[in-house]
């Protein structure tokens, strides 16, 4: 063997030890970064499943969900046009195996959602008699919450009951059962599931006009004598133009209320929207373009970048009352399970999660891990 040939061997092998060893290293940091583990003593680490997710059906998700999470929220199974398509017609089947993942790997469940206007039962979407209304009301709160009590770790009990300006949102609730209906609804969730935590659960609520309507909500609750143990903001933010002071502000006033408050759906989109203030109303859809469009071949450095800095201001925020903000759940796992690709305009390619198509922690995820004290 001539020295050429020597050389060539010795920086072969050298190359070859040293991607193995960074191979490793990155696999080793990998296992080594959990949101779970760093941040368990602040605050649970949640995030949305889907039904092939509770179903066992996705490894990389499964994986991940195990690795990261220690809660879990349906984001569609147990709301009442799936798990109540009839009115003595209950199909539980999913639910049940979420309870189960739930108690395997040691993982809260947060139910979600008793009572919202949206993805009703075909059955009474459009019920005219205020009897029949009510009647649906008590019975799917008493048949669902019951099955569940003490299965599920809390359940989102109303979901979304206000407008933007703080008031009602008029709804087939509001329209047949009156203003009281949020109270009702958690009296008769604490009487079908004594050993569950109630929540009232909501979107922008860290907005001044809106939050002093989820304020009115809580306190009204309060005053009836009736349980509410937290409220949850459900965290649709854009990447770049994150309210930091408003949702100071909402932390600091929800928690004077005495309840434990919650970021319940946090993603943070990277695409431009058809209007400039956020809602997360799936019915306000609009007309696709390349210009609202403009990452389907990838993230640029600079925009990965206003998302790192957002998700990182972010978790200092929530670090710093971590003595009142008692769970973080993601809108889904990783970028690809994100509705925010479906909507408002289907077919976009979306990035408001930490982990990416492939599963892999992005950039915003090891600075979050580099939040925790
Ligand atoms: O299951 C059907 C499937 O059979 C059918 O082939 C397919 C095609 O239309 O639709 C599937 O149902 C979709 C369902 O998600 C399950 O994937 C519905 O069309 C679709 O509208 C529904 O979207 C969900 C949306 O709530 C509905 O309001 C999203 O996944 C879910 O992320 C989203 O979550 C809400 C929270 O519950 C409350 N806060 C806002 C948040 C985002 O809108």
């Keep these: 063997m001539n020295i050429k040939s020597i050389a060539r061997f010795t920086f072969t092998t050298a190359l070859f030890v040293a991607c193995f060893g960074i191979?490793?290293?990155?696999?080793?940091q990998d296992q080594r970064a959990s949101l779970k583990d760093v941040f368990k003593n602040d605050f649970l680490i949640g995030t949305a499943m889907n039904a092939?997710?509770?179903?066992?059906?996705d490894p990389a998700s499964d994986k991940l969900i195990k690795q990261q999470f220690n809660a879990v929220t349906p984001e569609n199974i147990m709301k009442a046009e799936i798990i109540q398509p009839g009115w003595d017609k209950y199909n539980f089947d999913l639910a049940d195996k979420l309870v189960v993942y739930g108690q395997k790997n040691n993982i809260k469940i947060n139910a979600h959602t008793l009572i919202?206007?949206?993805?009703?039962?075909?059955?009474m979407r459009h019920m005219q008699s205020a009897d029949s209304v009510k009647q649906?009301?008590?019975n799917h709160i008493a048949t669902v919450a019951g099955r569940y009590d003490g299965k599920v770790y809390s359940w989102d009990v109303v979901n979304e009951a206000l407008n933007e300006d703080g008031t009602l949102r008029k709804d087939i609730f509001l329209d047949k059962l009156g203003d009281d209906y949020i109270v009702e609804a958690f009296r008769l969730a604490q009487k079908a599931a004594p050993n569950t935590k109630l929540y009232y659960n909501d979107y922008n609520i860290e907005?001044?006009?809106?939050?002093?309507g989820a304020v009115a909500i809580i306190k009204k609750i309060q005053a009836a004598g009736v349980r509410i143990d937290g409220v949850g903001i459900q965290g649709h933010w854009k990447a770049g133009n994150v309210p930091l002071n408003d949702i100071e502000e909402s932390i600091k006033e929800f928690a004077a209320l005495g309840v434990?408050?919650?970021?319940?759906?946090?993603?943070?989109g990277v695409l431009p929207n058809p209007w400039d203030n956020a809602t997360a109303d799936v019915s306000a859809t609009a007309k696709g373009s390349k210009e609202m469009n403009p990452y389907s071949n990838g993230l640029p450095d600079s925009v990965q970048q206003i998302l790192t800095q957002s998700y990182t201001d972010l978790f200092k925020l929530f670090v710093k009352y971590k003595d009142n903000?008692?769970?973080?759940?993601?809108w889904g796992v990783n970028d690809g399970q994100s509705w925010l690709n479906g909507w408002p305009i289907p077919g976009r390619t979306n990035y408001p999660l930490l982990f990416d198509r492939d599963f892999k922690p992005k950039p915003a995820f090891y600075s979050v891990i580099a939040t925790a004290k």
């Design 23 to 28: 191979k490793n290293a990155l696999a080793q």
């Design 52 to 57: 092939q997710q509770i179903e066992e059906k």
């Design 116 to 123: 919202w206007h949206s993805q009703l039962p075909a059955f």
């Design 136 to 138: 649906y009301f008590v």
């Design 207 to 212: 907005q001044p006009a809106k939050r002093a």
């Design 260 to 268: 434990e408050v919650m970021f319940t759906e946090l993603d943070l």
């Design 325 to 330: 903000v008692g769970r973080l759940t993601f």
